[in-house]
């Protein structure tokens, strides 16, 4: 079997995570990495122990779903909660991260940010990356990955 790149390993650990993730509207994962070890992983989904979008509905809000912790921020503060540096770590994500997760990223220290698929890129966004000589490239993900493991 052909051995699996870094970035496809960690996009798919995303597209796992994402999987667990519990609004509706869209379902995110975010790995984060250093020294290519995983250090923290989240997904886009409620506070613990509040109500699921899955169960209630998205609670909407200027068309945003505003009950849910954006996936990279979730990963972020399990960083946090545990005590693990963020700096100079890098973080791979299903989609473009929003605004307010890319001011996050930035102020975590990450440094570079691989995301799989294009979503609503804002243009503030990669100019604040820019600024802060965050590196951010585009990693389409091999679907196929998954289905390999299962045909082993
Ligand atoms: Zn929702
Ligand atoms: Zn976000």
Redesign the pocket.
């Known amino acids: 079997m052909e051995r699996i790149s870094w970035h496809q390993y960690f996009l798919a650990q995303s597209h796992l995570l994402s999987f667990r993730s519990t609004c509706t509207r869209l379902t ?1 994962g975010a790995t984060i990495v250093r020294d290519k070890r995983i250090i923290a992983g989240g997904y886009n989904g409620s506070i613990a122990g509040g109500e699921h979008c899955i169960d209630e509905g998205c609670y909407v809000i200027d068309n945003h779903c505003v009950r849910t912790i ?4 979730n990963a972020i503060l399990q960083c946090a909660k545990f005590g693990v540096p963020t700096n100079g770590a890098e973080i791979y994500v299903t989609h473009y ?2 605004l ?2 890319c001011k996050s990223i930035i102020q975590a220290g990450i440094k570079s940010v691989y995301y799989a698929e294009d979503y609503k890129n804002h243009p503030y966004a990669e100019e604040l990356y820019e600024k802060a000589g965050v590196h951010v490239e585009h990693v389409p993900f091999d679907k196929s990955i998954f289905a390999k493991i299962f045909s082993k």
Do not use: L, R
């Open positions: 995110v954006h996936a990279e921020v991260p929003c307010p997760c």
